[in-house]
């Protein structure tokens, strides 16, 4: 872990300000259509189940 950490030039996926943001369900959410809140490495679907949280990225294009 870093304590050095500049605010000015830090690239993040995470960003607040995200307009266009789909939310992305893991394949266990998806197969049962629940409600993927979306949560890494797992969701807490899988979580609490003890599933394989696994995403599948739906484009290959990812930033
Ligand atoms: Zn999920
Ligand atoms: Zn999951």
Redesign the pocket.
């Known amino acids: 872990m870093s304590s050095q950490q500049n605010n000015s030039n830090t690239q993040q996926a995470d960003s607040p300000r995200a307009p266009r943001r789909t939310p992305m369900a ?1 394949q ?2 998806r197969g049962r259509k629940l409600k ?1 809140d979306g949560s890494r490495p ?2 807490g ?2 979580n609490r189940r003890g ?1 394989p ?1 696994e995403y599948t990225p739906v484009s290959a294009e990812q930033k």
């Open positions: 893991c266990f959410c993927c797992s969701c679907n899988c599933f949280c």
